[in-house]
Structures are given as C-alpha cells and as structure tokens.
T-cell receptor, first 122, second 115 residues
Framework: DTGVSQDPRHKITKRGQNVTFRCDPI?????LYWYRQTLGQGPEFLTY????????KSRLLSDRFSAERPKGSFSTLEIQRTEQGDSAMYLC????????????????????FGPGTRLTVT | AQSVAQPEDQVNVAEGNPLTVKCTYS??????LFWYVQYPNRGLQFLLK??????LVKGSYGFEAEFNKSQTSFHLKKPSALVSDSALYFC?????????????FGRGTSLIVHP
C-alpha cells in the first residue's frame, strides 16, 4: 500500500460548474476525512466518515458540497455551482485504531494525508 | 472546545543550530497532540504525537516534542537543523474526552533553515 491518493491533483473550472474529487484511503483505514486548506491557513475540517457512514459535517460544508463513501473504501467530494471562494486545496486523510505489539489499542487516530487536489475557480 | 495556537508565522534558523517551533493548546479534558509537516504542493505528513506517558516524544527525521501540561504547550524541537527541514509545520490537538475524532489544526509555522 502506497498511502492515501487523490485524483485529480489539479482542477481548473469555471464558476458555476460542478466538480468531483476522489480520495482512496490507506486500505485498512476505516476513518476518512476531508479538509480544505487555503494559503496561510491550516486544514479546515469539512466532513468525516467511519466506514460508509458520514458521522460529522462542518458548518463550512454548504448545501453545494456533498460527500460520499458508498462502500466504505474510496470517497468522493462534489462541489456544485462552484464559486471563486471555493478555490483552495482539498485534502483527504485517513486513520484507524490498531493495537500495539503489547495488544493495547491506540485511539489517538493520527491522520495520514493525501497530496491534495488544488481547485481553481475562474 | 479545543483550540491550538502557533504564535510564530515564521522561524528562521541557521543550519546546524537547534530549532524550536512553538505550539500551545486548550482542551477541556486530556489532549492528544500531533505535529505534521507540509512540503510545497504536498499533503501533510505525520511527524509525531503525544498520547500519555513520557513528556518527551521522539518522531521522524530527528524531531522531538516536549509536552508541558502546566504551560499547555507542545513545542517541536530538533538539536541540529538541516536545510531540508525547511517546510510548513502544523500543530494539532484533539480532546481525548470530547467525543469527536476531529483534530483542530493551528495556522502553521514556516520554518526556514539557512545554509
């Protein structure tokens, strides 16, 4: 397994168009997260899945944004009727809990990020 | 509620000198603390974390971080900086008892290591 992958890496679209991004997490990870990052800021949480269930959504996630993880593996993030303010880097991350060699499960869930999709809305 | 602050937008250090990147946090319960590094046009890469136990945590690439509960800090350190350490560094916190699995990230600190 080579880590979290995202496709496409770059997307340029005109205002008003719809775009869809894909994320493939690390295969054994059951948790998947979407973030948005703009210049000079840290990642801002958008939404989170545990397996196929979408468990949390940020208030940042307007009605134009929708995310799915239909089989608990890859996920898609769709933005409808894009606006110039949607221009950002969209990051996907995955995590899981697993026992250490002593059999104790670590619930810290450090995240492993993909390379991101840079969206430019013109 | 949970929050994290990185008080320095930029840290400059000469190659071979020790470096420190500062982070302070606020949580209601016990913190899980993380450091990530981001190179240009790349996603974030996990460096190290504090869960419990030893206050000094060692991570990748020779980095370490010191957890200080009384000062609510988790500063990132390295004894001898390399030019290749130049990158954006993000601190993140998650409240162990908060019921959410979502960490809060700081705004990031740009580390510049001069040859």
């Amino acid at each position: 397994d080579t880590g979290v992958s995202q496709d496409p890496r770059h997307k340029i679209t005109k205002r008003g168009q719809n775009v869809t991004f894909r994320c493939d997490p690390i295969s054994e990870h059951n948790r998947l997260y979407w973030y948005r990052q703009t210049l000079g800021q840290g990642p801002e949480f958008l939404t989170y899945f545990q397996n196929e269930a979408q468990l949390e959504k940020s208030r940042l996630l307007s009605d134009r944004f929708s995310a799915e993880r239909p089989k608990g593996s890859f996920s898609t993030l769709e933005i409808q009727r894009t606006e110039q303010g949607d221009s950002a880097m969209y990051l996907c991350a995955s995590s899981s809990s697993r026992p250490n060699p002593q059999g104790v499960t670590d619930h810290s869930y450090e995240q492993y990020f993909g390379p991101g999709t840079r969206l430019t809305v013109t | 509620a949970q929050s994290v602050a990185q008080p320095e937008d930029q840290v400059n250090v000469a190659e071979g000198n020790p470096l420190t990147v500062k982070c302070t946090y606020s949580v209601s319960g016990n913190p899980y603390l993380f450091w990530y590094v981001q190179y240009p046009n790349r996603g974030l890469q996990f460096l190290l974390k504090y869960i419990t136990g030893d206050n000094l945590v060692k991570g990748s690439y020779g980095f370490e971080a010191e957890f200080n509960k009384s000062q609510t800090s988790f500063h990132l350190k390295k004894p001898s900086a390399l030019v290749s350490d130049s990158a954006l560094y993000f601190c993140a916190v998650r409240d162990e008892t908060g019921g959410s699995y979502i960490p809060t990230f700081g705004r990031g600190t740009s580390l510049i290591v001069h040859p």
